[in-house]
């Protein structure tokens, strides 16, 4: 273990930006639109669902794609962290994959 007891699970952390599910290095409307056909039409699977939980609890749902559009066309809250440059999750909770994320090397 390290110094914050969370031993070394970190290391295999990806580094994402949250919002930006089709991994093409922002946020727009294809991001809440993949959402939808994931959750909606069994689209093929996301390279990393971490960066889909948009609201950053731990849950891929509706409302991941209602706060992204909210936040493109009226102004609504940001994605949580890590938004607008990469980063690992602040709260990493099980369940949620990242195999990959191309934007973040």
Known sequence: TDRDGQGDACEDAVRFSRGDVDTDGKLNITDPAAILRYLFQAATELPCQKAADVD??????????????NFLFRGGTEPAPPFASCGLDPAPLEGLPCESFKPCG
Do not use: P, Q, S, Y
């Open 56 to 69: 950053g609890n731990g849950e891929l749902e509706v409302t991941d794609a209602i706060r992204a559009l």
